[in-house]
């Protein structure tokens, strides 16, 4: 399938077509890369675990007895600065071998996250990884827009919220940069929203479904 200047078209994967067949969402109509600007939120929020991790240990090292800036001055060593160095830098170690690496590896195997449109259903997956897939009739789209507090002002957000009717779950794709903003206006299409987003207001980020 040629790719739209706008938002990269694909063929859906095997296991989102598995699926399909299963549920028989009927003929593929498209798909979209969608949530870019947020997987590159996560991937710099967790690569910073290691240089965290590797200044607390740094400082948790000075302060101990074997480091030279305190060999000869064993009075001015402070045992609780050296446990809350070392416990906050194990503690981020631990997370950058349980966060970072396998989104390391992930990047490396993964193709973000994407929204496949069928005639009867959708599916939002991230390969090799989570996956939803829906009915139209058992879920609700909703297209809005809303100003988050930024710096000493706000900034727009729009966002694509889908609610499933079994569980009341929303996952959401958002609109934060040019590439998605452009994925989600033809992805509201395919959905059947409407093309006008409805107006929020102010809302803070914590308050809004978290991006899939």
């Known amino acids: 399938m040629p790719e739209h200047p706008r938002s990269p ?10 699926i399909a067949e299963e549920q028989k969402y009927g003929a593929h109509h498209a798909s979209y890369r969608v949530n870019r600007a947020h997987d590159q939120d996560m991937a710099v929020g967790v690569m910073m ?3 965290v991790a590797a200044v607390f240990l740094t400082m948790a090292w000075t302060a101990t007895p074997w480091h030279g800036t305190y060999s000869d001055h064993w009075d001015r060593l402070t045992v609780t600065g050296v446990l809350v160095s070392g416990v906050s830098g194990l503690v981020c170690l631990v997370l950058t071998v349980w966060l970072a ?3 390391i590896i ?3 195997r993964a193709r973000g996250a994407w929204v496949h449109v069928y005639e009867h259903g959708a599916i939002a997956e991230r390969e090799q990884g989570s996956l939803y897939a829906w009915p139209h ?15 000493s002002g706000t900034r727009r957000r729009p966002q694509l919220w889908v ?20 994925a989600l206006s033809e992805l509201t299409v395919a959905l059947r929203t409407g093309e006008v987003p409805e107006e929020i207001g102010v809302l803070r980020a914590m308050d809004a479904p978290v991006p899939f």
């Open 163 to 182: 609610t499933f009717l079994v569980d009341g779950e929303t996952i959401c794709f958002d609109g934060r940069t040019g590439e998605d903003r452009a």
């Open 137 to 151: 009739k058992n879920a609700t789209a909703r297209f809005v827009s809303w100003d988050e507090p930024w710096d």
């Open 101 to 103: 690496v396998p989104l």
């Open 9 to 18: 078209y694909r063929g859906d994967t095997k296991r989102a077509a598995r």
């Open 49 to 51: 675990l290691p240089v």
């Open 106 to 108: 992930g990047r490396f």
